[in-house]
């Protein structure tokens, strides 16, 4: 057992979250990913699974045939869109802790990381005290990554945010330094999708366990031409520790623009499988890098969608990555 800030816990081991996790049940049948064949699990954010249509979290991931999700985790450590009518779940104390994993392990599925929106220049200690428990949590159950908000609320001026921003990443990985959990700042809004404060942030930091999760479109939103984002892709290189997949997908002429932030977004933003983006040049990028993160489906053109259509949009996504991340 070993004692951390958000209680007592026992061993990832034990709870049953291994760093490569064995295929369960019919997990080979169903066409699963197998981590033995791939490095990459194929997941999807918690948030989508309600849209499938099914009664609770478990069966919606197996209804998309999903290796696991990302969890979000809420203020009071609730992991509120694990939705389950037999259950709620949480990052509170022990029982829960254990409660959750051994769902998931029931499951046959993974945690691929903690989803954080972080408010660290207006919640200040209390934002960094909580990113710190959740970060306990998952060295114990053996998840790698958190993703973390870096948006300046308060702070207006870029470079007191930046000075700010880094003394906060110094600190994380300060008051985490035995752990292997690695922080990834989602690059998205007017500030951690520029390319040029991401870098000073990132250098200013210094640590293999502080970099990025890579919102694959959020770039593509920003405004960068497409041929941009796999230099972007390949400068991140071995920063990236977690990933969001996501696509737009722009009439040809726009496509190499330097287009206005947010351009036709919600027009325009599509399944993965549709979208402009290259995944299968992304994952010959993240290999170059040996990334062993996921490849977790993000899509927010969910809503453009009838209901009934949503759970084999998300499948389809699903098969869609999970042939590149096969053949990597």
């Given at each position: 057992m070993v004692a951390t800030a958000a209680g007592t816990f026992c061993s990832a081991a034990s709870l049953g979250q291994d760093p490569v996790v064995k295929p369960a049940g019919n997990e080979a049948k169903s066409g699963r990913n197998d981590p033995r064949k791939s490095p990459w699990l194929v997941t999807c954010r918690d948030t989508h699974l309600r849209e499938t249509g099914k009664p609770d979290c478990w069966t919606a991931m197996d209804a998309i045939n999903a290796d696991g999700a990302e969890v979000g985790v809420d203020e009071d450590l609730s992991c509120s869109a694990l939705f389950d009518p037999k259950a709620k779940y949480s990052l509170n104390g022990s029982n829960n802790v254990k409660a959750l994993a051994s769902r998931f392990k029931d499951s046959g599925r993974r945690i691929s990381a903690f989803c954080l929106h972080s408010q660290f220049d207006t919640r200040g200690e209390k934002e960094i005290e909580f990113t710190l428990k959740v970060a306990a949590v998952a060295a114990e159950l053996g998840v790698p990554a958190i993703r973390l908000d870096v948006v300046p609320r308060q702070i207006k001026d870029q470079a007191e945010f930046l000075k700010f921003a880094v003394g906060v990443g110094k600190k994380l990985v300060a008051e985490t330094a035995?752990?292997?959990?690695?922080?990834?700042?989602?690059?998205?809004?007017?500030?951690t999708n520029k390319v040029e404060f991401m870098k000073e942030l990132l250098d200013g930091v210094g640590s293999d366990r502080f970099?990025?999760?890579?919102?694959?479109?959020?770039?593509?939103?920003?405004?960068?031409?497409?041929?941009?984002?796999?230099?972007?892709?390949?400068?991140?290189?071995?920063?990236?520790?977690?990933?969001?997949?996501?696509?737009?997908k722009y009439p040809e002429a726009d496509?190499?623009?330097?287009?206005?932030?947010?351009?036709?977004?919600?027009?325009?933003?599509?399944?993965?499988?549709?979208?402009?983006?290259?995944?299968?040049?992304?994952?010959?990028?993240?290999?170059?890098?040996?990334?062993?993160?996921?490849?977790?489906?993000?899509?927010?053109?969910?809503?453009?969608f009838p209901v009934e259509e949503r759970l084999n949009v998300l499948k389809k996504e699903v098969a869609y990555l999970r042939g590149i991340a096969a053949k990597v």
């Open positions: 035995k752990s292997k959990v690695r922080f990834g700042v989602e690059n998205h809004g007017g500030t970099g990025v999760t890579l919102d694959t479109a959020n770039l593509y939103w920003f405004g960068y031409p497409l041929s941009k984002l796999y230099r972007i892709y390949a400068d991140y290189g071995a920063k990236v520790c977690h990933t969001h997949c996501k696509s737009i496509r190499e623009k330097q287009r206005k932030m947010g351009f036709e977004y919600d027009k325009r933003c599509c399944p993965v499988y549709e979208g402009d983006i290259d995944f299968a040049k992304l994952a010959a990028i993240l290999k170059k890098t040996g990334y062993q993160g996921d490849l977790c489906i993000e899509n927010e053109s969910l809503g453009r």
